[in-house]
Nanobody
Framework: EVQLVESGGGSVQAGGSLRLSCTAS????????MGWYRQAPGNECELVSTVRNDGSTYYADSVKGRFTISQDNAKNTVYLQMNSLKPEDTAVYSCAAALPGPRGCSSGSWCYRCYAAEYNYWGQGTQVTVSS
């Protein structure tokens, strides 16, 4: 059975930090691309960051320089370190896993998974609330 279990969400004041964790099981984590998405009420689901199975990363412009994605293959866990949080970061954050396959987006010659439909498995989501 595939599972993605997130933790680390919560409430924090603007300028604060949180670290989200997502522990995976039931598929080959090392071969997969992992992503963090978020959705705020009334907004579309947005890709925040993704890490390819080779360790290369992508960040949305809105979080670049503030968020860091990382993974520990020994623990089958992907992290999202969120610093300098802003009220507009308030959302439900979900991790997702994409099995090996074509990557639908590109930045120059570098390809990555940007479409939610490219991800095979999803976690249940964790709430992040940032107050001003």
């Amino acid at each position: 059975e595939v599972q993605l279990v997130e933790s680390g969400g919560g409430s924090v004041q603007a300028g604060g930090s949180l670290r989200l964790s997502c522990t995976a099981s039931g598929f080959t984590f090392d071969d997969s691309d992992m992503g963090w998405y978020r959705q705020a009420p009334g907004n579309e689901c947005e890709l925040v960051s993704t890490v390819r199975n080779d360790g290369s990363t992508y960040y949305a412009d809105s979080v670049k320089g503030r968020f860091t994605i990382s993974q520990d293959n020994a623990k089958n866990t992907v992290y999202l370190q969120m610093n300098s949080l802003k009220p507009e970061d308030t959302a439900v954050y979900s991790c997702a896993a994409a099995l090996p396959g074509p990557r639908g987006c590109s930045s120059g010659s570098w390809c990555y998974r940007c479409y939610a439909a490219e991800y095979n498995y999803w976690g249940q989501g964790t709430q992040v609330t940032v107050s001003s």
